[in-house]
């Protein structure tokens, strides 16, 4: 929707429904270990680079356009910062913005400096054409950079067209990189609003109004812009240095609004946010559908009620194809038409989403664009508490059609539907993790109005496998496997199945199977997809891999495989400075059939635990010829908040986790060789 940013994901995570194998063996008992970590805030021992200080100066104009003079000195620490900071660059949209380097140079110890010359700066086009705006680069290199070099750089950048018209937003946030001094200032002719989120008094705040002069002839322009009379001086300074860096920390995550930050906005609410892009929307939503798009109506018109809306948007996913690398005109908000889409068969999520509501519309069903911030992990709803025009990276629809209920009285029932055609796929009644439980801003000709995507559950993305082991004679292991997908699992495997080559795809399924160990051979079974609606998804898969475990004196152990939940809860907490993402909520249920053993020893190995934030459960238990392993994992949030990990009880699951679940073994022997079984 918005360009490069519509694929912005700021989390590194993973929601595997099949987890690593973490291989440590006892006899017949649970062991764990506590390595030392020292997890803290970085210091300035640990920097390779820090900016001494970084000064922004925005000059704002009525109609929401502005310029901006960014200056920053960064000094250079180690030989890998070196390397990779001694070439700039800067991205710009050269249709709507024009870049002015005003000075570049490099500043030594000795006080020495060497500026950068013209020849050290290039301009050049990364596209540029009359469909797509001109997306241009500039590349500044350093000269004479060396460890203890200074990195000074100033440059303006002028944005003559706005997003929305007499609009502006920013915001002023600490990060994770280490500076010294900031200072922004805002100089507006429209007013500022701004909403403060900093516990800790990290940012200092000037803030003055600003009469404009009566006899100014601009203030008669003011009337298209609302009528504002007043402008804005605002200085946000940081009070002390920015290290909000981690080192030594596993799985280091910072979930969003830990960090100080102030939002920005000369709008205080968001009455009327967009009228000027809903407008254009709604011209083309009023255009009649194409041949193409009339095609798929008539085709999803045949289908059941309750079929229609996954087939609509899979038909859309199916003809046109998404192309969301490039930012558009009109500010990026406004899609192209409805013909120009057709003709093209190509489209960003702004572009698909106008189709489905148009097609929705012609149904006879109510339909409107709507934007979201698309990712697996939430921006903070900090963001909304003011109109920005970055609190959303992405557009969707939302299409609402009453059913009809099964019951004598005959009556019907509304369902709402949040259809998301950029994805490769369709899941009826459910949305993918990226934009489920997410604030909305729904579009509608009448005005923007705020509603909220479902939330996640455990029971909407289910794995279950069932992998049956047989002990060879030559030491090798026979895994024959049954994997079964379900909800958004089952749309991420249809997904990868789609754009990746089948033997490739296979060889994954194989190896997680095999739980990556050396793999001697390997068959895996995929079913073929008539269409892109997705349900389930079954996979049957047999690999043989070489032995496993360990022989011990007391006989073979064979790991009982830790999931990765467990390994991320029992992080090392004491010292933890960031938070703790666990991935999307989701249910893992794995079953290990031992066939043609016996086990040696008697300790019980089965274990629960609840938590607020998973539940896990595992039982070992006799069969006829062999020994059934079960774990059942469900993550029922994504993130588990610092603060928790101060608590006592939170050790206290900790202590359990490691008892129960961090690294087990069971100890076995083949029948052949046993003179009796104790089961």
């Not at 250079?76 to 910062?81: D, H």
């Not at 812009?225 to 290290?243: C, F």
């Not at 997904?495 to 068959?523: C, N, T, W």
């Not at 031992?594 to 190995?605: I, S």
């Amino acid at each position: 929707m918005w360009g490069q940013r519509d694929f912005v994901r700021y989390a590194k995570a993973s929601s595997r429904s099949i987890s690593l194998p973490i291989l440590a063996l006892g006899w017949g008992f649970s062991v764990f270990l506590s390595p030392v970590i020292e997890a803290r805030l970085v210091e300035d021992t640990d920097l390779l680079s820090v900016v001494e200080s970084a000064r922004t100066r925005f000059k704002v104009r009525r109609d929401g356009s502005y310029e901006v003079t960014e200056e920053s000195t960064t000094k250079i620490l180690t030989e890998a910062a070196r390397d990779s900071l001694a070439v700039r660059t800067v991205n710009y949209n050269a249709r709507t913005s024009r870049v002015e380097i005003l000075s570049a140079e490099t500043i030594h110890p000795d006080g020495a400096r060497h500026r950068v010359s013209a020849s050290q700066i290039e301009t050049k086009e990364v596209g540029d054409s009359l469909v797509f705006d001109s997306t241009k680069q500039v590349i500044i290199s350093f000269p004479k950079v060396t460890v203890g070099s200074r990195l000074h750089l100033k440059f303006r950048t002028r944005l003559k067209e706005p997003a929305f018209r007499g609009f502006f937003s920013s915001v002023v946030a600490a990060t994770q990189e280490p500076i010294d001094s900031v200072r922004f200032e805002y100089e507006s002719e429209l007013p500022l609003h701004f909403k403060v989120h900093d516990p800790i008094q990290f940012f200092r705040i000037q803030h003055e109004n600003r009469p404009n002069d009566e006899n100014d002839d601009r203030q008669k322009k003011d009337r298209q812009y609302g009528g504002r009379t007043t402008g804005t001086k605002l200085v946000i300074e940081s009070t002390k240095p920015m290290r909000f860096g981690t080192t030594q920390e596993d799985a280091a995550f910072l979930r969003a609004g830990r960090l100080p930050r102030i939002l920005i906005s000369s709008a205080p609410n968001w009455d009327g946010f967009g009228a000027d892009v809903i407008k254009e929307q709604e011209r083309e939503l009023a255009q009649p559908l194409p041949p193409l798009f009339e095609a798929i109506r008539a085709k999803v018109a045949e289908l059941p009620e309750t079929e229609r809306l996954v087939h609509l948007q899979a038909a859309v996913t199916e003809e046109i194809r998404y192309f969301g690398d490039w930012r558009r005109r009109n500010g990026g908000y406004v899609p192209r038409s409805l013909r120009e889409i057709a003709e093209t068969r190509y489209g960003d999520c702004k572009d698909m989403s106008l189709v489905i509501v148009a097609i929705a519309r012609s149904l006879g069903l109510k339909a409107d664009m709507a934007w979201v911030w698309r990712s697996e992990v939430d921006i903070d709803e900090y963001y909304y508490e003011l109109p920005t025009d970055f609190s959303f990276n992405h557009a969707i629809a939302r299409v609402e059609q009453n059913l009809k209920v099964s019951s004598a009285s005959g009556g019907t029932s509304a369902e709402v539907a949040w259809l998301d055609a950029t994805n490769g796929v369709a899941l009826p009644k459910l949305t993918l993790a990226d934009i489920a439980g997410r604030p909305v801003l729904v579009t509608k000709a009448s005005g923007a109005v705020w509603d909220k995507t479902p939330p996640m559950r455990f029971d909407d993305a289910v794995a279950e496998s069932k992998l049956k082991y047989q002990f060879l004679p030559d030491q090798s292991i026979e895994i024959e496997g049954q994997v079964l997908h379900r909800g958004r699992f089952a749309a991420n495997v249809e997904s990868q199945i789609l754009f990746k080559p089948a033997a490739e795809f296979e060889y994954e399924i194989a190896r997680d199977v095999g739980r990556y160990e050396h793999m001697l051979s390997h068959q895996v079974e995929i079913p073929k997809k008539k269409n892109r609606v997705v349900r389930e998804h079954p996979i049957h898969a047999k690999v043989r891999i070489r032995e496993i475990g360990l022989v011990t004196s007391a006989g073979y152990g064979f790991p009982i495989f830790r999931d990765d939940v467990v390994g991320l809860l029992t992080v090392d907490a004491e010292n933890r400075f960031s938070d703790l993402w666990l991935g999307t909520p989701r249910s893992i249920y794995t079953t290990y059939e031992l066939r043609d053993v016996r086990r040696v020893g008697q300790r019980d190995l089965g274990c629960e635990m609840k938590t607020p934030y998973a539940e896990l459960r595992r039982t070992v238990r006799p069969k006829a010829r062999g020994i059934e392993i079960t774990d059942e994992i469900k993550v029922l949030k994504s993130i588990v908040p610092n603060e928790e990990f101060q608590k006592p009880a939170f050790r206290d699951i900790q202590r359990k986790l490691r008892q129960c679940f961090n690294r087990s073994a069971v100890i076995i022997e083949p029948l052949a060789k046993a003179k009796r079984s104790p089961n």
